[in-house]
């Protein structure tokens, strides 16, 4: 299994906001996002990884891109772990089914029971644009990725 | 390309920090360049390790606010401590005790500099002052850098192993 690829339509599925209400495939059409696909919450390289793109949301912004962290953490765990971190990310949560979401998108690590590290990058018309796997959940992908990716995006 | 987008690091330029004694005889640019933040305790030990070492290092700001709330401010006082001629003694005072960077522990700092506190405290809130805090962030994220402290040697990211902090 590997992660979605560029020009794959997004797959169907349902995550759960903060609130528990669901964010599904509805929710990406009309907006550039960047979904980032997280092992666990509290680990030292999530929070590395988060704590570094909370401080270029300005510049994703300017870009027209809004960015979420995914894991299969309760929406609990992940109330906590940003709470914690002090960041704005919005979280979605992937806990039950359990990785149904990750299954979905390819970035689902089964001997882990967890995600493994990924970014999506979705265009507004719900396809993916570009899409990034780590060789093992230690490599952190830099932020600058994320923008080469933004810039190589077809002229709308 | 967009502001944040992958670029070698950049090579050292006459505004760049150099720390420790240049080695007589060596190229004065061929030094390791160090990107790091005054509040994270991984890069008190490399400052640490550094000093010891007695060789010569260029120090880069990578302040990540959610993760370390007062490295922006702290990078920011040690740039308006440049500004009067002050960042060595600055960037030496701030790893020297991280318990204490709220606003009147760098306030004290400055004081204890000999520096002129109130052109400091106006400095290190002018938008001068923070697009250099920001120009440095902003080339660690070009350049790759994910977390501190990052050092590289000619132009190449090294790995360092660092205790538990």
Redesign the interface.
């Known amino acids: 299994m590997s992660v979605v690829a560029a020009g794959a339509p997004v797959p169907d599925f349902v995550l759960r906001r903060h609130d528990f209400s669901r964010f599904t495939k509805d929710d990406l059409l009309g907006q550039t996002t960047v979904l980032v696909f997280y092992p666990n919450a509290f680990s030292p390289v999530c929070?590395?990884?988060?704590?570094?793109y909370?401080?270029?949301l300005a510049?994703l912004a300017a870009?027209g891109a809004t960015l979420y962290g995914v894991s299969c953490d309760s929406v609990w765990a992940q109330k906590a772990f940003k709470e914690q971190?002090?960041?704005t990310i919005e979280q979605l949560s992937d806990f039950e089914p359990k990785g149904a979401t990750c299954r979905a998108f390819g970035v689902y690590f089964e001997k882990g029971g967890m995600p493994t590290r990924a970014l999506v990058l979705i265009g507004p018309d719900g396809v993916v644009q570009w899409s990034w796997e780590g060789e093992h959940p230690g490599v952190?992908?830099?932020?600058?990725?994320i923008?080469?990716a933004?810039?190589a995006r077809p002229a709308a | 390309?967009?502001?944040?987008?992958?670029?070698p690091l950049p090579p050292l330029d006459a505004d760049d920090h150099l720390l420790g004694p240049a080695t007589p005889g060596a190229d004065p640019t061929d030094v390791a360049i160090v990107y790091a933040d005054y509040e994270c305790p991984y890069c008190a030990v490399l400052h640490a390790r550094l000093v010891r070492g007695g060789g010569r290092w260029a120090f880069r700001h990578f302040p990540?606010?959610?993760?370390h709330?007062r490295a922006w401010a702290a990078a920011c006082a040690a740039e308006a401590a440049a500004l009067q001629g002050a960042f060595e003694p600055m960037h030496m005072a701030l790893f020297a005790d991280q318990a204490r960077l709220e606003d009147p522990h760098l306030w004290a700092r400055a004081e204890r500099l000999g520096l002129d506190v109130a052109r400091f405290d106006a400095d290190r809130r002018s938008e001068a002052v923070q697009a250099r805090v920001r120009r440095d962030?902003t080339s660690g994220?070009?350049?790759?850098?994910?977390?501190t402290p990052t050092v590289f040697e000619h132009g190449r990211m090294r790995p360092i192993a660092l205790p538990d902090a």
Request: glycine share 12%.
């Open positions: 929070t590395d990884q988060l704590n570094l909370e401080e270029v510049e870009q971190l002090g960041i952190l992908p830099g932020a600058n990725l923008f080469d933004l810039a | 390309m967009s502001g944040l987008g992958s670029a990540v606010r959610s993760k709330p962030f994220v070009r350049a790759g850098v994910v977390t």
